[in-house]
């Protein structure tokens, strides 16, 4: 049930993201076409700068699911595989921490510029600014659970966090997959079983 919940959740934030950047891109050439004939979109300036602030960093979150955030492993990738799994849960407690710190301040700022109006909107810039702290938390909890993936297959040296990517084909590589529970049947086993069915 819960596994349903969370890709549900998954899918629903990559819609988010996906509606924000076509409504910008659609938004910025109607409006470029509009001003053409002196007719522009008095509102285009400001609504694009609220749907890209959360397309930008519910994106971040995205890309944070699917292990697509920039990252430098040519040493890491050389050490044994339980220790490649340690800084794994140790890059992803730091992140943690980071966006503990950067929570804490985005909420801040956010109820500094709940009074702060848009130029041509009629709705607090806070909403604006309320993205970061909204999707810090996202991130935190996208780090908890890939930190409980890594634990959970510690011991199975086939198993690599950053395989959860949505390039390879089926729900177990994506970070939308199941929190596989079964600690007794390593990823191996398990795709030599789904071979033979």
């Known amino acids: 049930m819960l596994q349903k919940v969370y890709r549900i959740y998954c899918r629903i934030e990559e819609f988010i993201v996906g509606v924000c950047l076509?409504?910008?891109?659609?938004?910025?050439?109607l409006?470029?076409?509009?001003?053409?004939?002196?007719?522009?979109?008095?509102?285009?300036?400001?609504?694009?700068?609220?749907?890209?602030?959360?397309?930008?960093?519910?994106?971040?979150?995205?890309?944070?699911?699917y292990s697509r955030l920039v990252g430098m492993n040519i040493l890491v990738s050389k050490f044994p595989p339980k220790?490649?799994?340690?800084?794994?849960?140790?890059?992803?407690?730091?992140i943690i921490a980071a966006m503990l710190l950067f929570m804490r301040s985005g909420f801040v700022l956010?109820?500094?510029?709940?009074?702060?109006?848009?130029?041509?909107?009629?709705i607090s810039y806070g909403y604006v600014t309320l993205s970061f702290p909204v999707c810090c938390c996202l991130m935190i909890f996208t780090s908890i659970l890939?930190?409980?993936?890594?634990?959970?297959?510690?011991?199975?040296?086939?198993?690599?966090?950053?395989?959860?990517?949505?390039?390879?084909?089926?729900?177990?590589?994506?970070?939308?997959?199941?929190?596989?529970?079964?600690?007794?049947?390593?990823?191996?086993?398990?795709a030599a079983k789904a071979e033979k069915s």
């Open 110 to 122: 956010a109820n500094k510029n709940w009074k702060r109006a848009f130029n041509s909107l009629p």
């Open 146 to 190: 890939k930190i409980l993936k890594v634990i959970i297959h510690f011991k199975d040296d086939g198993y690599n966090i950053k395989e959860d990517n949505p390039d390879r084909v089926g729900e177990e590589f994506t970070g939308a997959g199941p929190l596989d529970l079964d600690l007794e049947t390593s990823t191996a086993e398990k």
């Open 22 to 29: 076509v409504t910008i891109i659609g938004l910025t050439f």
């Open 83 to 94: 220790l490649q799994k340690f800084f794994q849960i140790l890059v992803h407690i730091i």
């Open 31 to 65: 409006n470029a076409v509009l001003r053409f004939f002196g007719r522009p979109i008095i509102t285009a300036d400001d609504i694009s700068l609220l749907l890209f602030a959360w397309a930008a960093l519910l994106g971040a979150d995205v890309g944070l699911r």
